[in-house]
Antibody, heavy 117, light 107 residues
């Protein structure tokens, strides 16, 4: 069974940094494209970033480019999102998701990041 | 970026009803359109790919159609477990992957 479990969220002040983790199991992690998608009540689902299986290719939404870094450790079956210079409008539930050729076929339940002073 | 617009934003229905949710793309996306279902506090679930292909395990009362800019998700014979929020998502030009704002289906 595919499992994705996020962790690392919490309350952080504006300008601060946080690293999210996503522990993966039940599938071939090292060959899978992985994504971060965030969710807010007002704006719904917003794609954040993606990384290919060996970590050599990454992409970011314009809103996080230069502030967030996606990475992975295939030996630990873990996906990461390093978030710097956090802003109030980054407040979201962050989901990690596995992608197949057609869409996001597995999702984690998410971890809540609250940016507030 | 391709914008996705869903309508309605919310919808009330009863068990046994049929409902249709519409998703419109800001430009033609062929059939590169996915649908997801999300229940409160849960992860989204992949329902339909390529506008009309049901994912494994999805009941046949769900169906999708459309091409170009206009797409629909239809649920026939609504069951209690179908009350959730539904999102469309385009994969025609990515990144970014863009989602509709969601349609909340309520009893």
């Amino acid at each position: 069974e595919v499992q994705l479990v996020e962790s690392g969220g919490g309350l952080i002040q504006p300008g601060g940094s946080l690293r999210l983790s996503c522990a993966a199991s039940g599938f071939s992690f090292s060959t899978s494209w992985m994504h971060w998608v965030r969710q807010t009540p007002g704006k719904g689902l917003i794609w954040v970033s993606r990384i290919n299986g060996d970590g050599t290719s990454t992409d970011y939404a314009d809103s996080v480019k230069g502030r967030f870094t996606i990475s992975r450790d295939n030996a630990k079956n873990t996906l990461y999102l390093q978030m710097n210079s956090l802003r109030a409008d980054d407040t979201s539930v962050f989901h990690c998701a596995r992608a197949n050729s057609y869409g996001f076929d597995s999702w984690g339940q998410g971890t809540l990041v609250t940016v507030s002073s | 970026d391709i914008q996705m617009t869903q309508s309605p934003s919310s919808l009330s229905a009863s068990v046994g009803d049929s409902v249709t949710i519409t998703c419109r793309a800001s430009q033609a996306i062929s059939n590169y359109l996915n649908w997801y279902q999300q229940k409160p506090g849960k992860a989204p679930k992949f329902l339909i790919s390529s506008a009309s292909t049901l994912q494994s395990g999805v009941p046949s009362r769900f169906s999708g159609s459309g091409s170009g800019t206009n797409f629909t998700l239809t649920i026939n014979n609504l069951q209690p477990e179908d009350f959730a929020t539904y999102y469309c998502q385009q994969r025609y030009i990515t990144p970014p992957y863009t989602f509709g704002q969601g349609t909340k289906l309520e009893i």
